[in-house]
């Protein structure tokens, strides 16, 4: 939210004492002080406050960034509530990683090692604009279809064609789409992560009568994956990325359009199980040091002010008390719900962000001033993130888990303003799906993405491996045709320079 330094905290009981009612009130001007005051009584006041509106939310963040110190929550080994100074920044050891953190036991260590991964985005979890040959067949041969191309995710794809012919289209999908040998590849490449989104509908008993959703072999697939991954010496995370009711109206949630996962309970409930599920599926020794981490659920939109509220009172704490209950030497990854890093910094307690990863989700191609945007305005976009990675980065690991490289309006030439000559592509132009030029911008948005998320975050997992329908996308394009590293020696040798600062000024940033 902007202008809030932290997750401001609201309340999930709908009714409350008139005292309570009087307290929220006065809190306005003495929030810490009443806070605190309550704490010491055993009294979890937090939880009694309700701002059910953003601009609720934004004001208590501003009553609680100007407090002397902030309240924490509850530390998970004591049971007594955490204060820290406001403005608390957590300090690093001599290793470099923040004093709070303790992830080696997970199988990687996170925050001293870069995570370099790639997600194996329309595989799984339909997302058809990423090739439209997949969709094409359904929407051939669609039934009672309100219009021509009706079948654009998950949900329409059950809704309007015969099962049968789902079943055998989707299961063709995910034996050509992604493979054992497309994980080798992967590790060939230099790259030490993998994350493998999947949907709740995999899971049969979670779905109801009144959806479309279709359990096919997803599940057996993720599981399969994951043996692949430990093989060929990957990591894993395991990504909750739709539920029901959707959590953000794309169509990566399995339905596009209206966000309702927060309008029944029982939406609430077959997500947790779900998650629940995927956690004591790869609990066991056998996945210890392949999979690392489980993300509670992606890209949940967090100026939804009451998926906001689900997600801080009640998805969140539970996920990570799942993960620490059942795979205790693995990680729950947050995503940041489009709020941004900065308003996580103070949302877990002290023990408890010894557990957490921080997921946020960095592209630079959907706001309007980004979409006729030159190169150089790009690329000090992404610079521009050095200090709130930097600064998240002392809290959590924080993790850029979804990234691209792309222009807008891809190769028209129009904003192609950086100079030419960092990056040399040999064979004949015609030989390239692309120009050099703007080949040359996508190696250098690379570059400086990578230099900025290593150096000022812990790492990225670039969106995607394949892209059949925007190959500028497409990790596997890029290696091919030079603008994207292909080894560990070549992520290791930017040509942009070994400093992120330096990196940076050379577009002025």
């Known amino acids: 939210m902007p202008g809030a330094n932290r997750l401001p905290y609201g309340g999930k009981y709908n009714r409350r004492p008139e005292w309570a009612d009087r307290i929220v009130k006065r809190s306005k001007r003495h929030a810490h002080s009443l806070v605190s005051f309550a704490a010491r009584m055993g009294i979890d006041l ?13 004001a208590a963040a501003h009553d609680l960034m100007h407090a002397d110190s902030i309240w924490r929550g509850l530390d998970s080994e004591t049971g007594h509530s955490v204060f820290l100074p406001n403005g608390t920044v957590v300090g690093k050891g001599e290793d470099g990683l923040p004093r709070l953190m303790d992830y080696a036991s997970s199988g990687f260590p996170y925050g001293k090692t870069p995570v370099r991964g790639v997600n194996i985005g329309n595989w799984l979890v339909a997302e058809f604009w990423m090739d439209p040959g997949y969709n094409q067949p359904l929407n051939d041969h669609a039934i009672n279809a309100p219009y ?45 992560h993998v994350r493998l989104p999947i949907g709740f509908w995999a899971f049969g008993e979670t779905n109801r009568g009144n959806e479309p959703y279709r359990t096919f072999n997803q599940y057996s697939k993720l599981i399969e994956a994951c043996g692949w991954a430990r093989e060929f010496g990957l990591k894993v995370w395991i990504d909750l990325h739709g539920v029901p009711g959707s959590q953000n109206g794309f169509d990566n949630s399995g ?15 077959r997500t947790k199980y779900a998650f629940s599920r995927l956690v004591k599926t790869f609990n066991g020794p056998e996945w210890q040091g392949t999979v690392t981490a489980f993300e509670a659920i992606n890209e949940p939109q967090g100026h939804n002010a009451r998926v906001l509220r689900e997600l801080q009172n009640d998805y969140y704490p539970y ?21 941004t890093p900065k308003a996580w910094e103070n949302y877990y307690s002290k023990s408890d962000a010894k557990k957490v990863i921080l997921d946020t989700h960095q592209y630079f191609i959907y706001s309007d001033s980004e979409h006729d945007a030159d190169d150089s305005v790009r690329i000090r976009e992404v610079c521009a993130l050095r200090g709130s990675l930097a600064r998240s980065a002392q809290h959590y690991a924080t993790i850029v888990g979804e990234m691209s ?13 950086l100079p030419a000559g960092k990056f040399h592509f040999t064979r004949p132009a015609d030989q390239y799906r692309y120009s050099k030029r703007y080949m040359a911008f996508l190696a250098w948005n690379f570059r400086t993405q990578q230099a900025v998320f290593e150096q000022r975050g812990n790492g990225w997992i670039a969106w995607a491996w394949k892209n059949k329908a925007f190959r500028d996308w497409s990790v596997t394009d890029g290696i091919a045709d030079g603008w994207w590293p292909k080894n560990t020696a070549e992520y290791d040798n930017n040509p942009l320079g070994g400093d992120v600062d330096a990196v940076c000024r050379q577009v002025g940033a």
Not at 260 to 268: A, G, M, Q, V
Not at 405 to 417: I, M, S
């Open 46 to 58: 937090v939880k009694l406050i309700d701002i059910s509106d953003p601009a609720g939310q934004v």
């Open 319 to 339: 996920s990570l008390g799942v993960v620490k209950d059942n795979a205790p030497s693995r990680l729950q990854v947050t995503h940041d719900a489009f709020i």
């Open 405 to 417: 490289v792309c222009a807008p309006q891809g190769d028209n030439g129009k904003h192609r303003d």
């Open 148 to 192: 021509p191309n009706a079948i654009v995710d998950e949900w329409t794809a059950g809704q309007y064609s015969p099962y049968r012919y789902q079943e055998e289209v989707f299961k063709g999908h995910y034996e050509s789409w992604f493979s054992r040998n497309e994980m080798r590849k992967i590790a060939q490449a230099g790259f030490n």
């Open 255 to 269: 339905r596009s359009g209206p966000i309702e996962w927060t309008n029944d309970p029982d939406n609430i409930s």
